[in-house]
């Protein structure tokens, strides 16, 4: 199906092969093992000199659906599906760094990303050092003899912040360095890091891949002998993603593009609406002109996507009484959901962080986090408005 080049049809029509029974809709292969047809084609399919498979943890028909869809959608050789969001940000570090590496972090990263790196790596004595977003100038000098790999996430969450990915892609070739960049926020329909060099891409499907809020997954993408060398990890380890999730998300996949407009279309209204109310003290969205890197947004994302920060006048405790005076939004810790989501980063996805380490990400006391959904956004702005209105004490 590589004759198609637009999105949203290799999204929709890429498919594993039909069986004899003729589905339109690709079949679940619910099945821990395959038969081998005879001793011999056993022997070679071990020894990795013929294609196919052999068992789940290795490799599923669902599986490879997914992977080879995602494949094309980021525009990358190969990839490798996971468990989960996590087992996809750990595999590509462990997968490839050794004891005694280095690797470079953008400061912020996602809560369970800073635990690995903070409590489990110096296990392996692997090294890491973050660098401050607002400060590019800063990376270079940030490189040590041991450096191995750069990993980044922009936008970050929850600050929005931006990362200059071309500058990044030069940045990493001049110091032969490996250049992962967590990709979830945007998918590859808002941004696609291997157009800057990015040597691995790294999603959290559970967001918006999924999309619907319904299971976990995780996916790397890259070039060939990076997942070749994960894969091997990741073969002997076993975050391997079931057959369901991986058709689940192949499913999700088809909707895509069309969600991504929808969710970057609400949330531009949003931050327009929020930017313009006489109860809000600030509003963050990349695709807002008075987001701090609104001109590089525009450079390397497509839209604005779904996620929109803002700040309520009164602080921390008026943010806690807006979050309880929320009536139809889903007050959880997810995002990238058709629901619309509110979280309060300080006392949740970021608790982890010391108060000075918070203030650093600029994830101020007060914070409120929307992804924003797909409801219309009338009743999105009503609700939020209702909330301000009834938390005013
Ligand atoms: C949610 C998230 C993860 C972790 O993904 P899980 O699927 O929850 O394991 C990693 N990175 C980012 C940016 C995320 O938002």
Redesign the pocket.
């Known amino acids: 199906m590589e004759e198609f080049e637009h999105f949203e049809t290799i999204a929709i029509r890429k498919q594993i092969n039909r069986t004899e029974n003729r589905e339109h809709s690709v079949p679940l292969y619910l099945t821990s093992s395959f038969v081998f047809d005879d001793a011999e084609q056993a022997r070679a399919l071990f020894a990795d000199e013929i294609a196919g498979n052999i068992y789940t943890r290795f490799s599923n028909p669902n599986n490879s659906e997914f992977v080879e869809k995602m494949c094309l959608l980021e525009g990358t050789e190969d990839g490798l599906a996971t468990a989960?969001?996590?087992?996809a940000?750990f595999t590509s570090m462990a997968g490839i760094l050794k004891s005694g590496d280095h690797i470079l972090v953008s400061r912020s990263?996602?809560g369970?990303?800073h635990q690995i790196l903070t409590q489990l790596f110096p296990k392996w004595n692997i090294e890491f050092t973050y660098a401050d977003i607002s400060r590019p100038e800063k990376w270079e000098s940030l490189i040590k003899r041991n450096t191995k790999m750069i990993f980044v996430?922009t936008p970050s969450?929850p600050a929005l912040d931006i990362i200059d990915l071309e500058w990044l892609g030069k940045l990493s070739v001049k110091h032969k360095l490996i250049l992962a960049v967590?990709n979830?926020?945007c998918t590859p329909y808002l941004q696609k890091p291997i157009l800057y060099g990015a040597d691995l891409i790294?999603h959290?499907?559970?967001?918006y891949i999924d999309g619907q809020g319904r299971v976990?997954?995780?996916v790397i993408l890259g070039k060939k002998e990076l997942i070749k060398e994960l894969r091997f990890f990741a073969r002997h380890t076993g975050p391997s993603l079931s057959p369901f999730n991986s058709w689940v998300l192949s499913k999700s996949l088809e909707t895509l593009a069309i969600r991504m407009e929808k969710h970057s279309e609400n949330a531009y209204k949003l931050a327009t609406f929020l930017e313009n109310h006489s109860q809000v003290e600030k509003v963050k969205y990349p695709f807002l002109p008075s987001h701090p890197q609104y001109e590089l947004a525009r450079k390397q994302m497509k839209l604005g996507g779904g996620i929109v920060t803002f700040l309520a006048k009164g602080g921390l405790e008026r943010g806690k009484k807006f979050l309880n005076a929320v009536e139809m939004m889903s007050h959880s810790a997810n995002?990238g959901d058709t629901r619309t989501i509110v979280t309060h980063p300080a006392s949740t996805t970021h608790s982890k962080l010391t108060e000075e380490e918070r203030k650093m990400v600029g994830i101020e006391p007060g914070l409120i986090r929307i992804s924003t959904g797909l409801e219309h956004i009338d009743d999105i702005i009503k609700d939020i408005d209702r909330a301000l209105y009834n938390s005013i004490s």
């Not at 989960?84 to 087992?87: E, H, L, R, W």
């Open positions: 989960s969001g996590m087992s940000v990263v996602f369970s990303t996430e969450n967590d979830c926020f790294i959290s499907a559970t967001k976990v997954g995780g995002l």
